[in-house]
């Protein structure tokens, strides 16, 4: 595992420039090292563990009032997408070296960052490598992959809510993943079919989907039961698998309904990999 530094610091400006700010220089992140971006620079790796080291303290969607240090609201690192959002406006300020006001970013993880912006900001982990930029071998327990057309089933493994937004088209879901047949199968391997999905909300309503024949799930199954979607799942939500009178529980509770911005091959946001099918 790449250590990239144990301490957390915003990334956030001391000037009165609207973009991002802290009320006070907080104390600076150890420097990072042994970052390995030769197969490539994303979020998943290294650029994640790097804002996360140095901004996320303040730059966090669940932060609010004064434990975000006066950081702006609309302005955060703790997903893909509102990193990405950010990306450009803040890689100038690291690298003239105005953020973190406590300094501390090493030039190591300031290459990296400008790597990832020039490359287009990539979001999952380079090939066969994972958030800690750790080697792992991706799998295919099924031994069969999705080749059909655009279905329910097509492109099992894939983030379906962020490509029906990106494309916009296909249905608009609520939640959406894939039960997978190992942690580290990867996109288009066929999942399990027949697997119990019960989502109990924060309200305690639980709702039941199935995975189909190539392991995906979603709600609603269209898009004139969205906003009963919507009111159906109240997050933070909890999830349990359950197949052959076998079970298995998600640790912690989760307010993001793309299961597929965690569960990807290689894993992110503390995810192990995929979510996999009760043995």
């Not at 994303?42 to 609010?64: D, F, G, M, W």
């Not at 939500?237 to 298995?248: H, S």
């Amino acid at each position: 595992m790449k250590n990239l530094g144990a301490l957390v610091v915003c990334v956030c400006s001391l000037t009165t420039l609207a973009f991002l700010g802290c009320g006070d220089k907080l104390d600076p992140a150890p420097a990072g090292g042994d970052i390995d971006t030769s197969n490539g620079s994303t979020y998943c790796y290294p650029v994640k563990q790097i804002l996360e080291n140095y901004c996320t303290r303040c730059h966090a969607s669940a932060l609010t009032g004064g434990s975000r240090n006066n950081a702006p609201t609309n302005v955060n690192f703790d997903t893909y997408e509102a990193a990405a959002a950010s990306a450009e406006r803040a890689n100038g300020r690291i690298q003239d070296g105005t953020m973190p006001p406590g300094g501390g970013v090493s030039q190591e993880e300031k290459d990296a960052f400008q790597q990832w912006v020039d490359e287009g900001l990539p979001e999952d982990c380079p090939a066969g490598v994972d958030g800690d930029g750790d080697a792992v071998a991706l799998t295919c327990v099924s031994g069969r992959y999705y080749t059909g057309e655009e279905s329910a089933t097509m492109r099992p493994g894939e983030n379906c809510i962020a490509c029906h937004a990106r494309e916009g088209e296909g249905p608009v879901f609520e939640l959406a993943g894939t039960v997978m047949g190992a942690f580290h199968d990867e996109d288009r391997c066929v999942g399990v079919s027949g697997v119990t999905v019960e989502i109990t909300g924060d309200d305690g309503n639980k709702t039941t989907l199935v995975s189909n024949s190539s392991g995906n799930f979603f709600y609603p199954p269209d898009d004139d039961r969205r906003l009963a979607a919507i009111a159906a799942i109240k997050t933070p939500y909890t999830v349990a698998l359950k197949m052959g009178g076998k079970e298995r529980r998600m640790s912690t509770a989760q307010t993001n309904r793309n299961c597929m911005d965690c569960h990807t091959a290689l894993g992110t946001n503390d995810a192990p990999g995929r979510i996999v099918a009760p043995e």
